[in-house]
């Protein structure tokens, strides 16, 4: 007897609702990612249509990156590392502005398997900052690399659908 493997390609559904989200306020998207190396932006183009809101992306892995590319201060990343929650809203803002979006989004943190910066493992910071006010999601996150940064990639876009949902 065979049976039918499922299909576990496609879009996300919480990316597809981002879409939908960002179309009906007629918002764009930028994203910038350290450790979740591109995931955000490949679930956002997952989605058919994902081209009506979809700016760009910059992955921003190594910290002097965050600030030559994202313009994330350089005294902040000198006082307190790229694993912080105001680098997270930096790098949101940068990728908003430099790539000419409504809604900018960030994250960074700490993936492992090997501690940063003093920071554990799981340890994450996700920010969405759009035309009215930025936010900020910190989280401990547990499971191995590759849940963080699937993880991440989830609570960022959480958040952004939190921010782009019409009032109302």
């Keep these: 007897m065979s049976h039918a493997v499922p299909d576990v390609t496609g879009p996300s559904a919480r990316a597809v609702e981002l879409v939908e989200a960002l179309v009906a306020r007629g918002w764009t998207l930028a994203v910038a990612e350290s450790l979740t190396g591109g995931l955000v932006l490949a679930a956002v183009v997952d989605v058919p249509g ?73 340890t994450v910071h996700v920010a969405a900052v759009g035309p009215l006010h930025a936010r900020v999601v910190s989280l401990h996150l547990t499971g191995g690399r590759d849940q963080v940064r699937r993880d991440a990639r989830d609570a960022v876009l959480a958040l952004a659908l939190d921010m782009a949902r019409p009032a109302g």
């Design 50 to 122: 994902a081209s009506r809101v979809l700016r760009g992306g910059v992955v921003a892995y190594a910290t002097e990156l965050k600030a030559t590319l994202l313009g994330v201060d350089p005294d902040l990343l000198a006082a307190r590392g790229a694993v912080d929650a105001d680098v997270a809203i930096a790098m949101a803002a940068g990728a908003r502005e430099r790539l000419g979006a409504d809604l900018g989004l960030g994250t960074t943190g700490v993936a492992g398997p090997d501690p940063q910066d003093g920071h554990a493992p799981g």
